[in-house]
C-alpha cells in the first residue's frame, strides 16, 4: 500500500509505502493528489471500560449531587440493575474507540469489597479478544476508596498478581481521609509487584496540591520516578500560577505525568506551562456514556480538540500540542516502545482529510481510514470486517 501526499505531524508531506505490517518508505510526494493528514495511532490514556453503559438503552444519570461520593453511590445503583456484562459493554466500546483511530489505551477498571475481581476478570477477557488489535493497559481502580472499603488493599493486591499492569488510587483526602494511610498502601502494593501507580486526584486547591506534592516525594523515595501518573490534578488549576509552577518542578524532577481530559467544569490543569517545566503531560477520554457523565464518544482527536477550546489554544503549534497529548505524549507515559511513523516501524495509521495537523484537530474530520499492521481495519468510521 501507499499513501500519497501525506502530511505528517512534523509538517514534511511524503507518500508512505507500507510493506510486511512496517512503513518501509517515506518518497517524494505525489502531485496533484488530494491532501491528507497521516497520523500515528491515536491513544487514549484514561479510559473507563468497565463502566461504560454503550450499547444499552439510555440510562439517565441519577446522581443526588456533584460530589465524588455522590457519583460513587449512584453508580452502585445503575451497577446493581445491569442486565449486560461489561464485557459486553467494554468490547463495544473498544470497537468504537478503534474505529476512531484509537490502537492503545489505558483503562482504569474498579475494584472494591463489592465488587471483588469480577470487573477486572471482564475487562481482561475484553483485552484477550482484541489482542494483536488494540493494546489495553489495566489500572486497579479503588472507585469506594481503600481505608474506607475494608478489605479493598487485599483485593488490589490480588489484582496486581492477576493481570492488572499499575495500582490505582482516588482522592486520600477526599474520599480516604487519610493521606498517609491511602499512599502507604497503593505505593506498597506498587513495589511489592513491580507495578506503576495512576491515581485519580480530583481534590482541588492547597489541599489538592499538597498531595500531588506528596505523590512525587513519595514517588522519588520510592525509586518509581517515571512510573507515576496522576490523573485529572484539577488542584494544578485551581490555585496562583507561581503556586502551581513551584509544584511543576517537583513533579517533573520527579517523573511524574499528569492526566487531563480537559473537564467541562472543574479547573484544567495549565497543561502548557507544566509542559515547559518539563512535566509529562497526556490526556484520556475519561467517562463514555456511563453512570458518571451521558456525554463521551471515545474519539481522541475530538478530545484534543476539546482540551484546545478549555485551554484557549488558537495557535497552530497549540493545537499540534494538543495533538500530541493523544499521541506521542500518551505513547511515553503507555511505555509504548514500537510507536511512531519512521522507516521501519510499525504500519499502524490514521488517516483524515485536512491540509495540516492543526485543520485536523480543530474540525476533526471522519476517519478516513484506519490501518493496523499495513491492515485497513476502519475506513470512513466503521470498522472493516
Known amino acids: 500500500m501507499i499513501l500519497r501526499n501525506a502530511t505528517l505531524a512534523n509538517g514534511t508531506r511524503h507518500d508512505i509505502e ?42 439517565p444519570n441519577r446522581a443526588d449531587g456533584n460530589t465524588v461520593s455522590d457519583r460513587i453511590e449512584a453508580e452502585r445503583r445503575v451497577r446493581a440493575e445491569r442486565s449486560v456484562p461489561e464485557t459486553v459493554t467494554g468490547a463495544n466500546l473498544v470497537n468504537q474507540v478503534m ?9 482504569h477498571v474498579d475494584i472494591d469489597n463489592r465488587l471483588g475481581l469480577r470487573n477486572l476478570n471482564s475487562i481482561l477477557e475484553v483485552r484477550e479478544r482484541f489482542r494483536g488489535l488494540v493494546t489495553i493497559e489495566i489500572v486497579a481502580f479503588p472507585q469506594s476508596g481503600i481505608l474506607r472499603s475494608p478489605g479493598t488493599a487485599a483485593l488490589l493486591d490480588e489484582a496486581a498478581a492477576s493481570g492488572a499492569d499499575l495500582i490505582g488510587g482516588l482522592d486520600p483526602v477526599g474520599i480516604d481521609g487519610d493521606l498517609a494511610g491511602h499512599l502507604d498502601s497503593v505505593f506498597a502494593i506498587a513495589a511489592r509487584h513491580g507495578k506503576g501507580i495512576d491515581i485519580h486526584l480530583h481534590d482541588g486547591g492547597e489541599v489538592g496540591l499538597a498531595q500531588i506534592d506528596a505523590i512525587a516525594e513519595r514517588t522519588v523515595a520510592g525509586g518509581l520516578s517515571g512510573k507515576v501518573a496522576v490523573s485529572h490534578a484539577f488542584a494544578l488549576g485551581s490555585v496562583p500560577l ?144
Open 18 to 59: 507500507l510493506k510486511d505490517g512496517r512503513i518501509s518508505a517515506f518518497l517524494p510526494p505525489s502531485k496533484d493528489e488530494p491532501s491528507l493528514v497521516v497520523l500515528p495511532p491515536l491513544v487514549d490514556g484514561h479510559i473507563h471500560l468497565d463502566k461504560t453503559l454503550l450499547g444499552l438503552p439510555w440510562v
Open 99 to 107: 474505529a476512531s483511530g484509537t490502537l492503545h489505551m489505558r483503562t
Open 242 to 385: 507561581d503556586t502551581a509552577k513551584r509544584t511543576a518542578d517537583r513533579l517533573a524532577r520527579a517523573s511524574v505525568a499528569i492526566m487531563s481530559h480537559g473537564p467541562g467544569a472543574a479547573t484544567m490543569p495549565p497543561l502548557l506551562m507544566l509542559r515547559d517545566h518539563g512535566v509529562r503531560v497526556f490526556a484520556g477520554s475519561d467517562n463514555i456514556r456511563d453512570a458518571w457523565s451521558p456525554f463521551g464518544n471515545g474519539d481522541m482527536l475530538e478530545r484534543a480538540m476539546l482540551i484546545g477550546y478549555r485551554g484557549n489554544y488558537r495557535r497552530d503549534e497549540e493545537l499540534a500540542f494538543t495533538l500530541d497529548l493523544v499521541t506521542t505524549n500518551a505513547a511515553k507515559v503507555l511505555g509504548l516502545e514500537d510507536y511512531g511513523l519512521r522507516v521501519g516501524g510499525p504500519a499502524d495509521l490514521v488517516v483524515v482529510e485536512a491540509d495540516t495537523v492543526a485543520e485536523a484537530v480543530a474540525t476533526r474530520p471522519g476517519r478516513k481510514m484506519v490501518i493496523k499492521a499495513g491492515r485497513v481495519v476502519a475506513r470512513d468510521g466503521a470498522l472493516v470486517s
